[in-house]
């Protein structure tokens, strides 16, 4: 454990659980080490926050999703896939708040300095406000890396890496259509919001802010990650940041019934929660299966479930992954992690937001099977979870995935912010040896 005089550190994070959930386990080792960590995100998070040790700063300027629910605010983004899907929440959900987003933040910094701040991919304020005269930038991964490389084709794409010049010549030729064309929308509005802020013009995309870190910590193991002969120095893979199970924690009365039968766990995370679109087919699919099939997540009371399969509207993953086979998702990132983390095998099926590059990448990585849809068919569901359950290929290549998580994930995420924080101090070069 690397030790220094007191740091203080402001988080930001994009007031969702995936975002707020990965910086949890780095606040406590920090807070733990006697550091001062104040936290911007939205109030639902505030006692999250504060049982970490940090002290809650509430949004002002921007608005708290918990008072405006971002469905509400953008209907018609809520049927949207695919590309569409994507442009969609990457021009409303993440830039639409971003001036908003260093206001408030320029507040809490006016009052109280900071040596640094630390912020999530998706809370683009982070790297505008430190291109303003912020304190040092720090993030932390929520998703996929999105930097832009000549190995892989552009994040958004849900494309898989190939070799060889004439994998390059795609990816060249594909990074310059996505930036000029596809994903020209999204440029117009990072540019809109840079000039409201009185930022320069930038040739620059959204997804190369780890360029404006000193520091980016990479809540995965390489391996599930594409190979990058050009990723850029400040980036460290540290091993997912997930929480332990929580004290206390009484199990439900079907927990005896994980033994002996494999178990298959259906989720479609916290943020589209439409049960008819994963879960549901996945009840159907399996009802007449030999496995036990545990459904995290809310289903809808009209819909009777059978003999073989539990809901929970919670459980904690951290009890739950040592006890199941295969996990079927929608791509939520940091359900992912808790599979991989535990050796277990994937069916992926999500077309929305950023998940068509989780579902690639545990396509690519050999850890599960990508359906490619927001609502796979029932035998869809059926037919890949047998696979994987009969092919003994998934589960290796997900333990080996496993096999790289260092002992504490969250310690060595402190450890490189703390000898970030002695280099800023020091004035010295921030560069950190890597992983």
Known sequence: ??????????????????????????????TGRGHRVRWYTGKQFADAVEGAGAVYEHMRSAPDPADHPLPDRFPEGRDLEGLKGFRFAMINHILGDAAEHVADLSTILDRNPADMLLADTGF?????????????LIGY??????????????????????????????NRVLNQLTKHVLFRPIQAKHLQVRAALG???????IFEGVHLSE????????????????????????????????????????????????????????????????IRPAIEGLADEPVLVV???????????????VAERFVPFAALMPHVDVMVTNGGFGGVQYALTNGVPLVASGTTEEKPEIAARIAWSGAGINLGKRSPTPHDVRAAVKRVLNDPSYRGNAERIAAETPADPAELAADLVVELGRNIRRKSPVALPRR
Do not use: C
């Not at 809310?298 to 059978?306: E, N, T, Y």
């Open 124 to 136: 683009l304020a982070a790297g505008m406000l430190r291109e303003l005269g912020g304190p040092p």
């Open 295 to 309: 459904v995290a997540g809310a289903v809808d009371q009209s819909v009777v479930l059978p003999a073989n399969v």
């Open 215 to 278: 520091l980016y910590v990479q809540g995965s193991n390489p391996s599930f990650e594409y190979p990058r002969n050009d990723l850029p120095e400040q980036v460290h893979f540290v091993g997912p940041l997930l929480a332990k199970a929580p004290p206390g924690f009484q199990p439900p009365t079907w927990w005896d019934r994980l033994a002996g039968q494999p178990v298959v766990l259906v989720t479609q995370g916290t943020f589209a929660t439409d049960d008819a679109e994963l």
């Open 141 to 170: 991964g929520i998703t996929a890396l999105t930097l832009a490389s000549r190995d892989t084709a552009p994040f958004g794409t849900g494309l898989a890496p190939g070799s060889g010049g004439l994998s390059r010549m795609r």
């Open 199 to 205: 930022l320069p013009p930038t040739s620059a995309t």
């Open 1 to 30: 454990m690397i030790t220094t005089a007191p740091l203080d550190i402001l988080v930001a994070s994009f007031p969702f659980a995936g975002h707020v959930a990965p910086a949890l386990p780095i606040v406590r080792a920090l």
